[in-house]
């Protein structure tokens, strides 16, 4: 059985797809299992899977009409044979010499420690994946289940390490709303579900594109019907952990959520003034320049061997003193 799972759901990917693939077959350890969903693309994308498949028996390739990508990775997540997985995007890349004998052990010695969500930080990355910034999590800490730190996973889910019998264990699933699949509920989910939860800054692995093409935008989705579905979904998560039993501030959290997106649907048909418009558009230009003066070639990133260990030793002595 294969130790790591790599899940790459893809809809109308052919650009980037090869690419996501090789950056996980290219990992020095070699012990994974790659799955392709594909989710009903109509352009290449399902083809390259299968050459890639054909040349490799790690890969598997699965295909179905469209179904959305919440869905897609719902129905593979049973299949799963790994012991840890990771959800890449077909448009992202995973960084080069991340998956390496040693951090196998490591992951291994978080199994023994109970460690079931690892939530590493992560690159951002321009278009090309050559240059990228950091971006880092809150803590370098590890929480028990139930923790409130469960709600301080701010970004893509993509950037996770999940271990899979868990997710099994506690049905974790994405919401198939289209396209808002709620991946923040999925990530908040599984880190309050896990018997501990590691946040770190001293490992990374995901090479996230800056993509200025937004899904709500580019399918022609308003940010109402987006707040409306984080409504519903919130309300949903209020009654998941009212049925736990659920008390303090992770509940209370969860009704916050719901209630922002309340007031955003009831504030959908105010305009933003001139002025806003303007300070808005400003604010954007100064945080891209800010992100181009910041960057850093991607090779800055890559942790050689001696710099992996150092790390993962840090690492191991945060959990002994957890």
Known sequence: MPFLSVLIPVYNGERYLGSAIESALNQPCKDLEII???????????????????KDDRI??????NVGPGQT?????????????????????ILPNFYTEQLKSFLEYCIEKEIETIVPCRLCCTPDLTKANME????????????????RIDYEFATLLYFTPMLKREHIVFSTTRPAEMESIFRHKAAFCSKHCLFTNKIWFAMRRENPHQTTKSKGWGTERVDRIRFQEYGKLIEWHAARGTTGYVIDEAHRKRDAAEIAIKNAGVKPTLRQRIEEYRGIKRWRA????????IADYILDEPSQ??????????????
């Open 60 to 65: 598997r390739v699965v295909s179905h009409e």
């Open 290 to 297: 800010e992100r181009k003066k910041t960057a850093k070639p």
């Open 309 to 322: 260990a150092h790390a993962i030793s840090e690492l191991v002595e945060l959990i002994e003193r957890a």
């Open 73 to 93: 990775r719902n129905e593979v997540i049973p299949d799963l044979n790994g012991k840890w997985t990771i959800f890449l995007d077909c448009d992202d890349q």
């Open 36 to 54: 392709v969903a594909n989710d009903g693309s109509t352009d290449n994308s399902l083809a390259i899977a299968r050459q890639y498949a054909d």
């Open 136 to 151: 880092y999590v809150p803590f370098d800490e590890v929480f028990e289940s139930a923790s409130d730190a469960s709600w």
